[in-house]
């Protein structure tokens, strides 16, 4: 590799689809599921049109989800004209992955405003979160007219306090993209009302819904939020922090969710300095080990620890905490998606 341009490559897919289509849409009904699935991927990339009818039976029939998913994404590639009733079969399909790419396939298909807003409300009241999640961010690039309706029941539910929280962070991103002021509004107010009073009131749709494998890779990969770091799990990871190992046993979802975006609000045993100003004008400053409900053990130097009975402290100053705010770094959905991470821990 010298640096060289050579330009853009083009071959002529011709000879590729004329010798190779036949042989790729037999091996698409192959005994073996990995061969079928690489097959249903091929026909997609090669744009083999004629694979379109067995693809179809490959989306109802395949015993393989993956496989059932692929097709129908090779399908759209394809650019098959009965995308809609492909999208039906596929919302109708017994495993839950291929129902989510269906319905991601909503917002991609030509089909009438009203229809899509239907199979789109069915899914929001009855399927499982994921499917709800992407349910109503499809919702939001339906024409506002149709979606409305289905967006006011799901503002009604949020004002009753029956909304599933899981979903709470998609209902705003998708009123936020049908660009309609009235919806915008009323999510306003509701949530003004419902908040009122909470110092993690912007955070609180990040509370639950997400998913722990994407707070896995956030925890051990996020560039920006370079959570190990400072902590560790199973002893990989930095010691500036707590390690998080049973983190969940230790402090309450409200907690982690907390200690993300306002680290400050409570110290780590161990890991805080603390300054307390006696009654009686002694001050005493180092690093707190334990609170318990009637007292602090704090550690001065080098140093013993001691016990201050909290009756007995006119004044606690707690040192700023070095963990950047993670609301500054991640998005909402970053935030919800560590949280349910280290809630499993």
């Known amino acids: 590799v010298d640096g060289r341009l050579r330009g853009e490559v083009k071959r002529d897919p011709a000879p590729v689809q004329q010798q190779a289509g036949q042989p790729l849409i037999t091996l698409m009904t ?8 690489a097959a249903t991927q091929a026909v997609s990339k090669l744009q083999i049109r004629p694979a379109t009818q067995v693809l179809g039976s490959v989306l ?30 596929a919302l109708s399909d017994k495993e839950k992955e291929v129902r989510v790419a269906g319905i991601d396939m909503l917002g991609k298909a030509t089909l009438p405003a009203e229809l899509m807003a239907s199979l789109l409300s069915e899914v929001i009241n009855t399927k ?11 919702l ?54 419902l908040d009122q009073g909470n110092a993690l ?31 560790a799990i199973d002893d990989y990871g930095g010691n500036a922090g707590p390690r998080l190992n049973d983190i969940s046993k230790r402090i309450t979802r409200v907690q982690i969710l907390e200690a993300l ?26 690093i707190l080990q334990e609170e318990k409900e009637k007292y602090l053990v704090v550690k001065s130097g080098d140093a013993a620890p001691v016990n201050y009975e909290k009756a007995q402290i ?32």
């Open 314 to 345: 006119e004044k606690r100053i707690d040192a700023a905490s070095s963990m950047p705010n993670m609301g500054d770094i991640l998005s909402k959905k970053e935030i919800r998606d560590l949280v349910s991470f280290l809630s499993e821990l």
């Open 60 to 89: 109802k029939k395949d015993t393989d989800p993956k496989v059932r998913r692929a097709a129908l994404l090779s399908l759209a590639d394809l650019k098959y004209e009965n995308m809609g009733d492909v999208i039906k079969q």
């Open 201 to 231: 009131a912007a955070y609180t749709a990040a509370m639950y819904g997400g998913q722990s494998e994407r707070g896995r890779s956030i925890f051990y990969r996020n560039q920006a939020a370079q959570c190990i770091r400072c902590h």
């Open 30 to 37: 192959n005994r073996d599921a990995t061969v079928r699935l």
């Open 140 to 193: 939001g690039k339906v024409p506002v007219a149709q979606s409305q309706p289905v967006f006011e029941q799901q503002l009604s539910k949020l004002e009753a306090g029956s909304l599933s929280p899981d979903i709470r962070i998609e209902l705003e991103e998708a009123i936020d993209s049908t660009g309609s002021a009235a919806l915008k509004d009323r999510l306003k107010g509701i949530t003004a009302k």
């Open 128 to 138: 499982s979160t994921e499917e709800k999640q992407a349910a109503l961010l499809t």
């Open 261 to 286: 975006v306002n680290p400050g609000a409570r110290l780590a045993p161990g890991y805080g300095m603390v300054t307390l100003k006696l009654k009686g004008g002694e001050t005493v400053s180092g």
